[in-house]
């Protein structure tokens, strides 16, 4: 079989089917797998840490224990795409703890994609909106800004999210609304510079 | 900042998808190889072995009770005719005619003698 039909084969199988195929040495399965989920969890890290180095990090860990946990994935019982989400979080608050870090001082390092051929003044703009919500995004709790991002940015149910935070729905539904709240007030001065 | 101007925020951030760095993604892939079981080699197509003499025996003739069940027939016939009834010429000699009496009970007379 042509390689292009394989990988175009393997492309349209769900993420259960490829971790049971990198399970039994389908490197291809892998390279799949990597490009599905490797971008998201790195930007939901980077959100999370406001730094890029250690964003990468941490999706390279939360790859790790995905091609570690393979061989022993129970199809059906779990949506690979929570389960990293989940196993993000965790990465990130160990290193949140463990390095008591002052998230407003690393605002530099935020992983907002750089291109630098695109400087035209609505690139700009939108470059100002979004280092100045992923600062007042500093500012919240931990599981706050977790829920926050999970739901309004990376586009979560609140169920989902619940499973992600290991908390109940409502305690989900809580930390979001307050939250926003925080946000709202954090931004409250920039409304006009942000031009909204 | 209305909630209108928060989720406008959100939408902005959301586009466009943050794309892996290049390098991550060769150190995630390397990962990947490294922690990958070889491939299992596709199994040899098992040579067709001949069936036994017995298992060809059994399939003709309707399995292995089913032989059995012949083999055993053949052996009692044999035997049958092979080992000839002993009386079965005195009979024939009284039917045909041939014997002027016949003894039923060959050992009464050593029974009946009363002489100590």
Redesign the interface.
Known sequence: MPRDTATSDLQSLSDDALLLL??????EA??IL?GRH???I??FA??LLADRAEA?DV??EA??RM??VA?KWRAGEAQLSTWLYRVTVNLCTDRQRSAHRHRAEALEDV?E?VDESANTEAELM?RE??D???AALATLPDRQRQAVVLR??E?LSNPEIAAVLEVGVEAVESLTARG?RA???A??G??AA?G? | ???D??????A???T??????AA??A???A???A??????PAPQQASPSRPGLWASLGAVFGGGGALAGMVTATLAGFWIGFAQPGDLGAMSAVLSGSAAEIDMMPGIDALLDETP
């Open positions: 990198y399970a039994h040495g389908d490197a892998a390279r990597t490797l971008g998201r790195y930007g980077a959100r990468e999706a390279q790859m790790l091609w570690r061989p992983a994609p939108r909106r979004v100045a919500l992923q309004h940015i586009g926003k946000l709202t007030v931004l409250a920039q409304k942000l909204l | 900042m209305t909630e101007d928060l989720e406008s925020l959100f902005t951030a959301r466009p998808a943050v794309q892996a760095p991550l993604t150190r995630v892939l990962d990947a190889d922690r990958m079981r070889p491939a299992a």
